[in-house]
Every structure is written in C-alpha cells, then in structure tokens.
C-alpha cells in the first residue's frame, strides 16, 4: 500500500469524524498524520515497524493503523465511519467550498443528505439562516454544485432546454436549406435527458467537420450511431436521412419502442415517405398525436375518435399559486413579486410562506400570520383588480395533523399540505400522514405529493391511487410542482387524477420573479400527461378561484 493511499485514508477519516462532531484533537491528529506521511521521502512499506513508529508525528495509535493498514489493505476505523454516513454526504465532501464543518450544519440541522437536496436548498435561499453561510458562500456551493452536477451525464430538461434551441438555431444558420429537427426524448418532453438527438438531411461528413471544428468529439454510441460530445458534456446524437424519408425517421424517432409498436401493430408499418408527420396519422384516420403523448398506446383510441384532448399551454396560466417571500425564505417583497405578476398579464398572485415547523425556512408563527396578512390587504386596495390570495404552505406533521389550529387556519384563503420533514418513511407512515392531511377540512391543494427531487431523491413510496381517491373524496385539488427539480405529482398518475375529476394545479414553487417561469416546465410535464387548461386550477379566471373558495 503506498504512502498516498494511507494518507489519503487518514485524511478521510478526520474529515468524517469531524463530520460526525468527534473530539477535535483526535480529527486533528489523523489530518496531521495524513499531511506527515505524505511528506515522507521513503514508501512506509519499506521500512522496519520499529522505524515506522519513530517518525515524528507518529505516535503509536497512528503508528498501529498505518501497520493494519500496511498488512490488510484496509483501516477499520474509517470503515465504520462510512458505514455511518450517507453517499450523498461523502459525494459532498467533493465540493469546492464546503468543508467538513459546513457538511456537519448542512447534514444535522438542515437535514439534508444529497448533492440534489443541496442545490435545491441555495435556490431557496436555506442556507442563509446557518451560521458560517453568508450570500457569496451560498453562491459559490450552488456554483460549485452546478459545475459537478454538469459532468455527471444526466440532466434535467430545463438544464439543457435552452443549449438544445441555440445548438438548434446554429445548424439551421449554418446548413440554410437542410432539414433539422430536434427529436428523442427531448421532443417528448421526458424529465430526464441524457443525449439530444436530431434528425436532419445534412450530409454526416459536412456536419463531423462543422461538429469538430467546434470542440466536439465523436464516438460511435452502443446503438451504432455516432454520438458527439463538448465541454456542456450531454451526449449529442443525429440521425441522418434523405428529404423523402425526413418526416418517416423524425415520426419513429419521436415516439417511444411502446407506442411505435402499438402503432404499427393496430396500423401496419409506419410509411417509408410521407409528407409531414400529420400525413402519417391522417394515412391511418388518426388525428395526430403530439410527440409529448406518444410514449404509449393511451392517446391511440382517442385519436382514432377525433377526440384528443386540446393541451394545456404555458398563456393559459392565469395566475401563480404556490410562492415565498421575504416572510419566510424568498428574495423578494410580497408587493414586488405581485406587481410582476400583474405586468406579466396574470390576474392574481398566492402567496404561501412557509409554515411555523419550517424554522429553516423562517416559517410564520402566528403573530406574523396576522402582520402579513394586513400587508395583502394594503396591497390589494393598491393593486386592485389584481388580487392577493392569503395563503400558507402547512407542514405536515408527523401524526398527519397541520401546522396550525383551524381557528389560524380558516383566516387563511386556501392552503397548500406539504411534507417537508422526516422523508424517509415507509409507505405505511407515508399514507397514513397524508391521507390525514388530505381529509383535513382546510387543506386545499396536496403540494408536492411524494417529495421527490429529480436526480438527488426518489421520494418516499406512496399508492398514488389512494392518495388520488382520497383527494377526489375530499375536493384536494393536487399539485403538480413545476420546479424541474421537482415536477411532483409525476405526470404518468396524472391521467388517473383526471379519471377522477380531480383538479391539477401546475404551481412554480417560486422563491423569487425568476421562479415564476418554472410554470413552463409544469406545463409541458401536464401536457404529456394530456391535461386540458379547465383541469388545471392555476388556470382559472380570478372569478372562479374565488367561487373555488366559497365552496
């Protein structure tokens, strides 16, 4: 075993046990060790044990592990140490910017164990209410994240929404009178993307050296296809066809292996040429399926009936339900998120600062309730007809009970449920807290169903079913959390919803303006689901969310 390898060890294992808040001397002395071995100008393997143990700065406990070492390969001790800590908080620890203390405070009193759950906490500016975070620290870790995340090979859509059009734009500038199109999983408006793919008519050799020219490099992928990456480091992936079968290969590209074997079992093979996508589904007495509900046969028998849903799109949202302020842990003031409201066109804002039990989030205690509703309705009487609805996201405790008693919670308008703490349940605990909350007289949208964070944490199990019928029971409308990190309830139970006439509310989770845009990223996980604008509750008229609360 080589001097690095025992250093690098006795370093990890002071790191985790201040971590872990051992006894300081004793994290100092491994980390000192660490630093002594590695300075050694002989491999430790080589020398007597009688040797070893005379080094200065080796007394004999470090002298004993580095021989248990040398003899085993391994050191027990840290070990144990890993054993007792999560892999999101060792995967952490590879963070520019955040050392063992800050991990300790982010671990222990933030409650949080993922590089995910990390980033998510910089957007809503948690870390600012811990000792040792100021805004620049937060900055540099949500930097810092981000960058390590990049390398990583998956990504959310919204991450590579906005590279996928510009690399888009510069082809089409680039071989004006070819054919491009983006296609794949991205077309189908998937969650999580791993590769953009298009389809095109440019010859393969002029768009290699187009490609190369840029910095990218090619490869050929497991499927046989060339396959291109940059410094963005998402895999890049272009199908190549004539203008005859354009339409044909960007069809077949755009759907799922499920819906394309559907489709060609009900209707023969998908047609070598066709003039545009819609020539296929009319060939076939099909209206046409939008590539966002081509994932599997559930849109078929209704295109065959003319009678597919007309989709949801982002100019129908109405107004933003579902947004912090300075109250609790947003950037901005209750008046400046509304008045960006009303320029962008929508007609009322909800506001629902965090609950008294998210002490992390500077959650509102009742007294505070109380000022901050006296400020809605200063800026109502200022803001008319734009109108603030007073609104709060409750905590659901652990016994299911809200944050508040009703005689809080009925000066309330509406109030969003949602599980912040103790996520890791069974599904047991889970049902029972949230079918609780549910049947609770005051809760008017189930936020966040499962407390998921896309590519950090699955979120705890539930029966998407029950908490459905138990929704549809008690008039819950549920949430779809637009936040891409987020997207919660996931939209392949949101046909069930519908079935059951339970209304789905697309909701930004916004901590500041720049929130607000999520809703288009909630937007396009509804429309996969085929959710019309009347069966999303953020798109109603002022007038009908205020007869929703008279009922």
């Not at 994932?295 to 949801?312: G, K, N, S, Y």
């Not at 949208?445 to 908490?467: A, E, F, N, Q």
Request: proline share 3%; net charge negative.
């Amino acid at each position: 075993m080589l001097n690095a390898q025992i250093a690098d060890n006795f370093s990890l294992l002071g790191k985790l046990m201040e971590i872990h808040g051992e006894n300081s001397f004793k994290t100092k002395s491994y980390s000192t060790a660490a630093f002594t071995i590695e300075k050694l100008p002989v491999e430790l393997s080589t020398l007597p044990e009688e040797k070893i143990f005379s080094i200065k700065g080796i007394g004999d406990a470090i002298g004993k592990k580095i021989l248990v070492q040398l003899q085993t390969g391994q050191l027990p001790q840290l070990n144990e140490y890993l054993a007792q800590t999560p892999a999101g908080i060792l995967e952490m620890m590879s963070i520019k910017g955040i050392g063992p203390k800050k991990i300790a405070t982010i671990w222990k009193e933030l409650e949080v164990e993922t590089i995910g759950e990390l980033l998510y906490a910089c957007n809503e500016n948690r870390l600012l209410l811990y000792k040792g975070f100021g805004a620049k620290t937060q900055q540099n870790i949500k930097d810092s994240i981000e960058f390590f995340l990049s390398n990583q090979g998956n990504y959310l859509y919204a991450q590579v929404a906005s590279y996928a059009a510009q690399f888009t734009q510069e082809l089409l500038q680039k071989f004006e009178g070819w054919l491009v199109q983006l296609t794949g999983d991205f077309r189908r408006q998937l969650e999580i993307i791993n590769k953009l793919e298009w389809v095109t008519t440019i010859p393969a050799a002029d768009l290699r050296v187009f490609l190369e020219s840029n910095g990218l490099q090619w490869q050929t992928a497991a499927d046989g296809y060339e396959e291109y990456r940059g410094q963005e480091n998402i895999a890049l992936q272009f199908y190549h066809t004539n203008a005859e079968a354009y339409y044909s290969t960007l069809f077949k590209t755009s759907s799922s292996a499920v819906f394309l074997d559907c489709f060609e079992q009900q209707y023969g093979s998908v047609p070598a040429t066709a003039a545009s996508e819609e020539a296929i589904f009319s060939a076939s007495s099909l209206a046409y399926i939008p590539a966002c509900l081509r994932e599997t046969d559930q849109f078929l028998p209704r295109a065959a009936a003319q009678t597919l849903p007309v989709l949801i799109q982002p100019g129908d949202i109405t107004g933003i339900i579902h947004s912090h302020s300075k109250w609790s842990d947003g950037a901005n003031s209750i008046e400046e998120m509304a008045v960006a409201a009303k320029q962008q066109g929508l007609q009322f804002l909800v506001i629902s600062d965090h609950s008294k039990s998210a002490f992390y989030a500077n959650g509102l205690n009742e007294a505070r309730i109380a000022a901050q509703h006296e400020e809605i309705d200063s800026l109502n009487s200022k803001l008319a007809p734009f109108h603030i609805f007073k609104s709060v996201e409750s905590d659901i405790l652990n016994d299911g009970n809200l944050d508040y008693g009703d005689d809080v919670l009925k000066s309330f308008d509406m109030v969003i449920a949602s599980v912040h703490s103790n996520l890791k349940m069974n599904e047991e605990k889970a049902m029972a807290r949230l079918l609780k909350a549910i049947e609770n007289p005051y809760t008017t949208i189930l936020g966040h169903m499962t407390g998921r964070l896309l590519l950090s944490r699955s979120g705890y199990p539930v029966d998407h079913k029950k908490i459905i019928d138990a929704c549809a029971a008690n008039n819950v409308i549920i949430e779809l959390n637009a936040h891409p990190r987020r997207l919660d309830i996931d939209w392949r139970w949101i046909h069930y919803a519908l079935e059951k006439d339970v209304l789905i509310s697309i909701n930004p989770d916004a901590h500041a303006v720049a929130g607000f845009h999520d809703i288009v990223y909630g937007v396009l996980a509804a429309q996969k689901a085929g959710v019309t604008k009347e069966q999303n509750f953020s798109s109603f008229s002022l007038e009908a969310v205020f007869e929703r609360i008279k009922k």
